[in-house]
């Protein structure tokens, strides 16, 4: 894996920090995208390098096509290539809207960062593994898109938010079925609750529901950490799966179980 380069978006905390110290550990390369918070990002960074990978940080908003480009072109200056895409970064709602009350701006800020921009950069990274020579197991790259359990739970309040991560999964299918004889093979990661950032402002709730609820919404009781999605991610980038594209990896406790 020391050859390997991976490109993270939203890489500076949370599950894409999660991520990048896991595949850090195989010794990969990493570029750590980020957004705004270049301090988090020089954070992850040392935490990749302590992992034993090596690393660079490359600021970038994904909904800016101007910005995607340059994420492509600085890793492939830095590094030569790019073996593997995590297309992680996104946001939820400023605001938890009724489903009847949900405005356009939300919705647009939305659409824009979780699913034009990975959909986008997925092209512009297609393109340039298409230009990289094989590996010895005749592969020239992955994709692997974070989407969730939202993909199929509908939630009224952020009913945005539903349907962006719906839209990854499709996209993943679609990109799968046109890269396939090319070499590259795209798989999705579904996470649950994760313990980062975003879910903090609901923690309480979801103690309640994961641990102190006597049955609990999950079998496994408890809530998921970055590392689980990161282990996901390593296990795809060192091939373990060379026969699935367009497969789906629920890391989510066992949430998807339909329990009686």
């Known amino acids: 894996m020391s050859s390997k380069t991976a490109l993270v978006t939203g890489a500076s905390r949370g599950i894409g920090r999660g991520i990048a110290i896991e595949l850090a550990r195989t010794g990969a390369r990493v570029a750590i995208n980020y957004a705004g918070n270049a301090e988090a990002a020089a954070e992850a960074l040392a935490l990749v390098k302590a992992a034993g990978g090596d690393g660079f940080i490359v600021q970038g908003d994904v909904a800016v096509a101007a910005d995607r480009e340059r994420l ?3 890793t492939v200056a830095k590094f030569g290539r790019i073996d593997l895409l995590v297309n992680n970064a996104g946001v939820a709602p400023k ?8 405005g356009e701006e939300s919705f647009d ?9 990975p959909f986008f950069l997925s092209q512009l990274v297609a393109k ?9 197991e005749g592969f020239r790259g992955r994709l ?11 939630s009224i309040n952020r009913g945005d938010y539903c349907m962006v991560k719906a839209g990854l999964a499709m996209m993943t299918k679609l990109f799968a079925d046109r890269l396939a004889n ?3 093979n795209v798989y999705e990661i579904r996470p649950g609750v994760i313990a980062t950032d975003m879910t903090g402002g609901v923690k309480e709730k979801y103690d309640k529901l994961i641990i102190t609820d006597e049955r609990g919404i999950t079998p496994i009781r ?3 950490q970055p590392e ?15 026969f699935s594209t367009g497969a789906c990896f629920d890391v989510d406790g066992g949430f998807h179980l339909h329990r009686l």
């Open 222 to 224: 408890r809530w998921g």
């Open 109 to 117: 800020r939305l659409f824009a960062i979780n699913l034009k921009g």
């Open 128 to 136: 340039q593994m298409l230009s990289q020579e094989r590996d010895r």
């Open 72 to 74: 492509v072109v600085e």
């Open 182 to 184: 090319d070499g590259i």
């Open 95 to 102: 605001v938890r809207a009724d489903l009847l009350d949900a």
């Open 144 to 154: 692997v898109n974070i989407t969730s359990i939202s993909v199929y739970t509908a």
């Open 228 to 242: 689980d999605i990161g282990r996901a991610v390593r296990a795809i980038a060192e091939d373990r799966f060379p």
